[in-house]
C-alpha cells in the first residue's frame, strides 16, 4: 500500500463524507439564519427559538435525503471492500 494510495483513500473518504453531510448542515444552516434573520428583525432574543424549527427541518431533510444518503454510503463501501486487496497486494 503505497502514500498515493491512501490520500486517494482518505480523499475519496472525505469526499463522501462532505457529500452525506451537506444537506443535514445546509439545511440547519438556511433554517438557523431565517430564525436569527427573524430575531434580529422583531428583536426577540429568545435561544431557544432556533431549536424545533432546525429539529423538524432536519428530520425533513433526513427524510427526503436519506435513501440517497444510504445508497452513497453502501456504494462507497462496496467499493472499498472490493478494492481492498488490490490495495494490499
Not at 48 to 71: D, E, Y
Request: net charge negative.
Amino acid at each position: 500500500m503505497t502514500d498515493t494510495v491512501i490520500i486517494e483513500l482518505a480523499l475519496r473518504t472525505m469526499l463522501v463524507s462532505l457529500k452525506l453531510s451537506a444537506p443535514i448542515l445546509l439545511t440547519s444552516l438556511v433554517i438557523g439564519f431565517a430564525i436569527s434573520l427573524f430575531q434580529s428583525m422583531t428583536q426577540i432574543q429568545e435561544f431557544t427559538l432556533s431549536f424545533v424549527p432546525k429539529l423538524i427541518g432536519v428530520g425533513v431533510a433526513l427524510l427526503i435525503c436519506g435513501n440517497w444518503m444510504l445508497h452513497t454510503l453502501i456504494t462507497f463501501t462496496l467499493d472499498l471492500f472490493e478494492a481492498l486487496p488490490s490495495m494490499l497486494a
